[in-house]
């Protein structure tokens, strides 16, 4: 008989012992003889030992636990030779396998910890000089690292066993890959099979299951020296194993059921169709519960489309339009990467194709980059993380407004033909954005004038980054105003956003280009003492007329249906006919039939002019447009800025002179001196009228904008107006002069919003 024995080689001698059951140690003077003989480690739980696995003639050296009902191993020296100081011996003492250890230890030491793992230690300084648990078979314990020790170019994976009877190595693997983001990869032979998605602080993007839980707890280390995955037991008294099965193509977690006496499996992956390795291909997003299961990212499209209505997702999807640059949002994805600074990282290089949070733990941090195609997306429920991923410029803005369309349109698909300037053009025609050409300072940037080549004048707003006009703004307006055309509002020729442009280099900034305004917009001539003279009483009417206009197609004959919500005297411009053109469409919303109520977030407009319920409840509707209308045409009419409802000083609120006037029936006190003149007083009257009904109390109570435009225009007997009925009011509704939108923002935390149903 050959008998193997388990021995250890320190110093260059070997010697073979008698060994007895139980302990948990050898030293270089003995020996474990296949036989009786067993290391155990000092909890009883594990037990080094020769077998012959399943139906198996052969023996190996291997741990197992210790008084189970049927054999588990867990790691096996011999399923591979190597040469080196901790070795199995033959009966004619050459050595069948080895630990391959360098250094020779002086008082070398062999014990079964009670974690499983077999370490070689030298007693002289207690180090490891080898461990089994970096030479890990098919299963990993709690304690072992799954994944790379940098320094010494160690890779600790699981590999299977060839089968229930053969622990030679297989072909199914699982372990830490480097490449990109460091992530868990399964692989079958040398193709990918499964894999996790990048650590991401609090779990494995693509690995719901794991989760905080009452039985492990695990962590994902990464740094320069190492990268691994590593579950750790919660309680002591736990029994588990994570284990690579071939025959199933499936790697399980197990725990001991005391009661059951058995393991029960909690856990495997892969656990369905869609963590098929790149099922769906390149682009493509694998959705277990759609039908087919691959869809194709929005904004992508089927790379070979007959392949893939047969079912054959391979080829994957590609971009509908070419990239430049520019993310989307794909909300709870498998994905691959690590926000602020991570994204600037990815624009800065053009070959990055997307990012995403490497931590989603408090708030997120870290960050990931992927070049080239992105495959292997898969969405899930509610779990997963935001990747944000380079696609054309000009797909955003067409995909977005079509969004918002389908949204408010009865899912009309409109074509939406913006053209995108050049960023050269622009500096080209705003020399460089000189001080010079500068036109004035909106609420979300400065305004530039400027001329392109062939002579067009424009007018370009340029949005500061921080300038509180968000993505979201920049498409509603750029999204609402091309819809539009009416000769009473502005027209929008275009739109440029550097970043795309000069690719990586800039960053981001946004423009929008208008048609130019010479005689810029009516606050610069109403409430001023000289300009104002040159608007006598019927430019003044003209211009009401036109605002009304300009209202009544938002509110009723456009496509869109839409609420302007910061209708103003700075936000009429007008040409060079004086003719006025509604601007800032900015904070402006669409409301179809079957929107709902949102959260929308926060009250914007401009104090002086908003609806009482729209300033103190943030409910806005049609009507609360019509309640600005109404102050904006006191304030044309009378040339004094409206200081808001709510003003305490009864002498400065507009709508309580413009109430006793009307009463009184004598105008002249409200007209603005510079068109005293030119003035015809029932016209007048009149417009003081309608704009009394405009800013009634009650949204109910006002005219909607179709009445209003009958009524200027008209001459017939106009309703009673009810009085106002905030004059006696008093308490906390007193606030400070707020016109400017910066005031009101500081104010918007404490207004709550929603969404008032048209009628
Ligand atoms: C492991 O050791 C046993 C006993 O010496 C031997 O029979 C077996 O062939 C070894 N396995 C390998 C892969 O060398
Ligand atoms: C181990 O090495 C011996 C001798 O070099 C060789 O015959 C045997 O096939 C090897 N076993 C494995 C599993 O590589
Ligand atoms: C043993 O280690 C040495 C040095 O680290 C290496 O060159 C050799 O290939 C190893 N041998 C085996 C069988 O792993
Ligand atoms: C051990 O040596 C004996 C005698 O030399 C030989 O017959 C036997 O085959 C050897 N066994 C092994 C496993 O090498
Ligand atoms: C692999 O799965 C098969 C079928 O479920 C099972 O019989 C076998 O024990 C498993 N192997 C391991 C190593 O868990
Ligand atoms: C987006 O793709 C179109 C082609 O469809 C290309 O002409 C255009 O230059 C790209 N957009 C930008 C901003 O480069
Ligand atoms: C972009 O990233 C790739 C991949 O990391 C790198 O090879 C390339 O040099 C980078 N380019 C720039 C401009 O940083
Ligand atoms: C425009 O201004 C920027 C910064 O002031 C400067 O770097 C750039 O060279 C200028 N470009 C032209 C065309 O004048
Ligand atoms: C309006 O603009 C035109 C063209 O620039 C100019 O001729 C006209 O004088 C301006 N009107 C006023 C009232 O400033
Ligand atoms: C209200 O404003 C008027 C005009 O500015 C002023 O004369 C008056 O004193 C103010 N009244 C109060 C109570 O502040
Ligand atoms: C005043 O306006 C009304 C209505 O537009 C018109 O009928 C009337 O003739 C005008 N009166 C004068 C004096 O222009």
Known sequence: MNMPSFSVIGANFLLLLGFSVGLDSISPLQSMKDGDETLVSGNGRFELSFFSPGLSKNRYLGIQYKNMPATTVVWVANRSNSTGNLAIVNANNSVVWSTNTTTGAKRPVVQLLDSGNLVLIDQEDGNYLWQSFDYPSDTLLPGMKLGWDLKRGLNRRLISWRSADDPAPGDFTWGVEL?????????????????????????????????????????????????????????????????????????????????????????????????????????????????????????????????????????GCVRNKPLTAKEMDLSNMKGTMNLEECRNKCLQNCSCMAYSNTDVSGGGSGCAIWFGDLIDIRQYPAEGQDIYIRVNASEIEIAES????????????????????????????????????????????????????????????????????????????VMLI???????????????MIRYELHCIHGEERMLIYEYMPNKSLDYFIFDQTR?????????????????????????DSRLRIIHRDLKASNVLLDEEMNPKISDFGVAKTFGKDQTVGNTGRVVGTFGYMAPEYATDGLFSVKSDVFSFGILVLEIISGRKSKGFFHPNNSLNIILVAWRIWKEGNPSDLVDASSRESCNTSELMRCIHISLLCVQQHPEDRPGMETVVMMLGGENALPLPREPEFINHEGPLELPDLSSNELLRSLTNKLTVSLVQPR
């Not at 980054?465 to 979201?472: A, I, M, T, Y």
């Not at 539009?484 to 020729?493: A, E, G, P, T, W």
């Open 179 to 315: 490449e990109g983001n460091p992530e868990l990869v399964m692989r079958k032979g040398t193709a990918k099979f499964y894999r996790s998605g990048p650590w991401n602080g609090i779990g494995l993007n693509g690995g719901p299951d794991l989760k905080p839980n009452p039985v492990f707890d695990y962590d994902f280390v990464s740094n320069k020296d190492e990268v691994y995955y590593i579950n750790t037991y919660k309680y002591s008294s736990a029994m588990l194993r994570m284990v690579m099965n071939q025959t199933i193509n499936s790697r399980q977690r197990y725990a001991w059921s005391k009661e059951t006496k058995s393991w029960g499996i909690y856990a495997s992956v892969p656990r369905d169709y869609c963590d098929t390795y790149a099922l769906c291909g390149a682009y493509g997003n694998c959705i277990i519960s759609s039908m087919p299961v691959c869809q194709c990212l929005d904004k992508f499209s089927p790379r070979v489309p007959d392949r893939w209505n047969a079912l054959d997702w391979t080829q």
């Open 402 to 477: 079509n969004r918002r369309t389908d949204q408010n349109n009865d899912g009309r698909k409109d074509e939406l033909e913006l053209p995108l300037f050049e960023f050269t053009r622009i500096v080209d025609a705003t020399s460089n954005f000189s001080i010079h050409k500068k036109l004035g300072e909106g609420g979300f940037g400065p305004v530039y004038r400027g001329t392109l080549q062939d002579g067009q004048e424009i007018a370009v707003k340029r949005l500061s980054r921080d300038s509180g006009q968000g993505l979201n703004e920049f498409m509603n307006e």
């Open 482 to 496: 091309t819809k539009l055309q009416h000769r009473n509002l502005v027209k929008l020729l275009g739109c440029c």
């Open 532 to 556: 104002s003279k040159q608007l006598d009483w019927p430019k003044r009417f003209d211009v009401i007329y036109g605002i009304a206009r300009g209202i009544l197609y938002l509110h009723q």
